[in-house]
């Protein structure tokens, strides 16, 4: 009987050990998730990472002697609504990105150069010419090609790459399409037999088809060998004479003797299908995305200072699908675009020319990051973080970036006349500075200009002539 009673009151005691520490427990998840001070020291913590919202990680995606492509990889951070990497692909005169498919979807911009796009839509194969400034989206999966068309000049673009829907998260794969031992294409991974039955031809003619090519994912068309004079040939011809001269490949006799025709036949048919010359006059456009062109777009906002304009789904319809915002700052030297928070959007940003500063703020109200800004120079911005970029006082500073919704993102500016301090001024913004309603508007008026502001590095701690001591 005597141990009976010692097991219940030792059972009774875990159970209120347990208790307790269940109630420890809950207070201190409370605590975690409410409790002011651990979130000032979660952000205090972060002050050791202050390259967080610099994008430094290049992986070097391609190489050939005609170009290469490289990819700089987002962060996987909590605070980060969408990942998207940002990619660079640069082509030298006369070369071409032979036909692939990408697992991700891609919103290009030309910064230099002139570009000819070959995109299948709907089985239909539509082209379109690119020039500088123009926006042009590549849905994944579909099947495309690039040509530097520009006269003795590189073509240099910039791309949003949506990886959301790829094979492995946050990478890029290009499955291309055309290819032979270096790259290879996706066709030739299956069996020969497979092959010689869906292309009804010989083991010979697979092997002089799918193992000719050999100078890489991106090729000169001044090379002299054989892969290569095809695709000079074809590309040379005006366009209606190409559109004709598929026709011809993929309707060919089959009777007639052709390697090299067999190649362009039935690889062509295989990639974009019968194509109708009829056809094609009267609906080319229809199925090729338009393109939109960023240096042709009259800015959004303008002023002595600089300008900036924003594009979204109600402009160019394309970014719609993408879910991708892109955006164009110019800042004059010796200006800046006023603090502001995003609040739809997390902000990628690539600096196309000049030179200035970049600061980013914690909520709690610390400085997160303070950066120089050059030329190449990628960053990001997460959703609702405060942020400036300044330029230098000798130079102009050109930013070009993404941003992660197609809507509009309407920033909030946090200082000039179009503050939201303007549109709050009042006695509880007064109450909550701690200072009078009087003192409050001469602060918030002192700031004569909107959106981009004049910065002057050497600026005296006054406004208009009052000093701070007489507010």
């Known amino acids: 009987m005597g141990k009976k009673v010692i097991v219940s009151v030792l059972v009774l005691a875990l159970v209120m050990c347990f208790g307790v520490m269940a109630m420890a427990m809950s207070f201190d998840h409370e605590d975690e998730d409410w409790g002011w001070d651990q979130r000032e020291e979660e952000w205090e913590g972060h002050k050791g990472h202050r390259h967080w919202f610099l994008l430094q990680r290049s992986r070097l995606l391609l190489r050939t002697e005609a170009g290469e492509m490289r990819v700089v990889r987002s962060v996987g951070r909590r605070m980060v609504n969408r990942h998207i990497n940002v990619g660079f692909l640069s082509m030298k005169p006369n070369s ?5 498919y990408l697992d991700s979807s891609v919103v290009l911009f030309v910064h230099t150069g002139q570009a000819n796009v070959g995109l299948v839509h709907r089985h239909e194969l539509g082209e379109r010419q690119l020039k500088a400034g123009d926006l042009y989206r590549i849905p994944a999966g579909s099947t495309f090609y690039l040509q530097n068309v520009g006269e003795g000049q590189r073509l240099e673009l910039i791309l949003s790459i949506d990886t959301s829907d790829s094979l492995r998260m946050g990478t890029l794969e290009n499955f291309f399409i055309g290819g032979g031992n270096y790259p290879k294409s996706v066709i030739a991974g299956f069996d020969s037999e497979i092959l010689r039955n869906a292309f009804n031809v010989s083991s010979s003619e697979l092997r002089q088809v799918l193992t000719r090519q050999q100078e890489g994912p991106i090729i000169s068309l001044n090379n002299s060998q054989s892969s290569s004079n095809l695709w000079t040939k074809f590309l040379s ?3 209606q004479d190409r559109l004709q001269e598929l026709k011809k490949m993929v309707d060919f006799p089959q009777e007639q003797e052709q390697t090299q025709t067999w190649s362009w036949r039935k690889l ?10 009829e056809k094609r006059k009267q609906n080319h456009h229809e199925h090729s995305q338009e393109t939109y062109n960023l240096y042709e777009r009259r800015p959004d906002f303008k002023n002595n200072y600089g300008s900036s304009l924003a594009v979204d789904e109600s402009d160019y319809s394309p970014l719609q ?20 928070v995003n609040p739809t959007a997390t902000e990628y940003g690539v600096v196309l020319r000049g030179s200035g500063s970049l600061q980013i703020v914690f ?77 409050l508007n001469r602060f918030v008026n002192a700031q004569r200009e909107a959106v981009i502001l004049p910065y002057n590095a050497e600026r005296h701690h006054e406004t208009h002539g009052i000093p701070m001591a007489d507010w």
């Open 268 to 277: 062509l048919n295989s990639m974009f299908g019968t194509i109708e010359k």
């Open 96 to 100: 071409l990105f032979i036909p692939q």
């Open 237 to 239: 011809m005006k366009e």
């Open 321 to 340: 699908n993408s879910g991708i915002g892109v955006y164009l700052v110019n800042l004059n030297a010796g200006s800046m675009l006023a603090p502001h």
């Open 363 to 439: 909520p709690n109200g610390t400085l997160a990051m303070k950066a120089k800004l050059n030329p190449g120079r990628v960053f990001w911005v997460p959703r609702y973080f405060p942020f400036v970029q300044v330029a230098s006082n000798n130079e102009k500073l050109e930013i070009f970036g993404f941003t992660t919704s197609a809507q509009p993102n309407r920033p909030q500016f946090l200082a000039g006349s179009s503050s939201v301090l303007e549109a709050l001024r009042g006695p509880e913004l007064a109450a909550a500075f701690g200072v009078s309603e009087e003192r």
